[in-house]
């Protein structure tokens, strides 16, 4: 009898020991977790954001960090519209929205009411380098024959983009045909809400060559659905066979980003709480294999310091467009 007694308090402290901690870790872990969190998409499926807000999605749920995700689209107007709605929402905390370097040059080109100055910023991601893509039967099989083509006659080389004029689409191009001798106004830009449907105008013959994202046509390319004529960033994408438009000949080195902002007027709690979420996401394993994956380049920049880059960023855009007569 005393022995069981002696086995009973045993047991009882040994209970007492090893429960708190499992308990906290699971409170821990829900603590940092955003319930209702909804992501918005400023553009149509299977762009460069939707994709970019999608495998974030997957990741944090893959992870644990936070469940249940919901992410919608709101097209419209290069993503000032989306952009429209997030300033209206202020003081959500549940209510994210991905971006990129796109948004910054709509909001000029769009005439939009609201600007990014509004938005909470919450964390730059990634960055990815541009690509130069052409249909699998197009008969340009070099960045040479097309620039050739394109000099010659621009305006029956149709080239579109997932971006409205300003955006990351739109300003390749542009800065290539600055490069090759070609004024903005020679140029016949066809513009898409997302690379989704800029994809079938490519694949349809409707444009000659569109510029996007690598990480929004890596299956096509990877199936040879997509030929890749050029690479706009400083250094060629391992696997694709394909130079930088400065091996090409042309002086342009051009790298697009993405981030997540949130509604103005957040309370300090939800801010941090929104910025956390996205700093553990970005030391994530599944996230890295995510960059990887995509051809992404990591360029974490949570808070404040992704404040301050929008403003670089804002101001060098409009440099930019006005030096195209765009602004």
């Not at 959500?92 to 929205?97: E, K």
């Not at 080389?157 to 689409?169: A, C, L, N």
């Not at 001798?181 to 994809?199: A, H, I, R, T, W």
């Not at 890749?228 to 342009?252: K, N, Y």
């Amino acid at each position: 009898m005393r022995l069981r007694s002696a086995l009973s308090a045993v047991f009882a402290v040994l209970l007492v020991l090893l429960v708190p901690p499992l308990v906290s870790t699971g409170s821990d872990q829900g603590s940092h977790q955003i319930r209702g969190l909804r992501m918005m998409v400023p553009n149509s499926p299977g762009g460069g954001y939707d994709v970019t807000a999608r495998t974030a999605v997957k990741a944090m749920e893959d992870t644990g960090l936070n469940s249940n995700v919901e992410v919608f689209n709101l097209p419209g107007a290069g993503g000032t519209v989306g952009l429209g709605r997030l300033v209206n929402e202020a003081g959500n905390g549940r209510l994210a929205m991905s971006m990129g370097l796109g948004l910054v040059g709509s909001v000029y080109t769009n005439h939009s009411p609201v600007s990014l100055a509004e938005a909470t910023p919450i964390a730059k991601l990634v960055e990815e380098p541009n690509v130069v893509v052409v249909a699998k039967d197009s008969p340009y099989r070099s960045l040479g024959q097309l620039v050739d083509d394109w000099r010659r006659n621009p305006g029956a080389t149709p080239v579109g983009g997932g971006s409205s004029p300003g955006g990351p689409d739109h300003l390749a191009p542009m800065l290539m045909a600055k490069a090759i001798g070609l004024s903005p106004k020679q140029v016949n830009y066809v513009p898409f809400d997302g690379g989704g449907e800029l994809l079938a105008s490519v694949l349809g013959g409707k444009v000659d060559f569109g510029v996007s994202g690598m990480g929004e046509y890596r299956d096509q390319i990877e199936a040879g659905e997509l030929r890749v004529l050029g690479v706009t960033g400083s250094q060629r994408i391992p696997g694709v066979d394909a130079p930088t438009l400065r091996e090409a000949g042309m002086d342009v080195t051009f790298t697009n980003w993405r981030g997540i902002v949130a509604p103005p007027q957040l309370s300090e709690r939800d801010r941090a709480k929104l910025v956390d979420l996205f700093t553990r996401l970005n030391a994530s394993p599944q996230w890295k294999d995510a960059l990887a994956r995509n051809g992404w380049t990591e360029a974490f920049q949570p808070g404040p310091q992704f404040g301050a880059f929008l403003r670089e960023e804002n101001d060098r855009v409009a440099a930019v467009l006005k030096e195209l007569g765009l602004a």
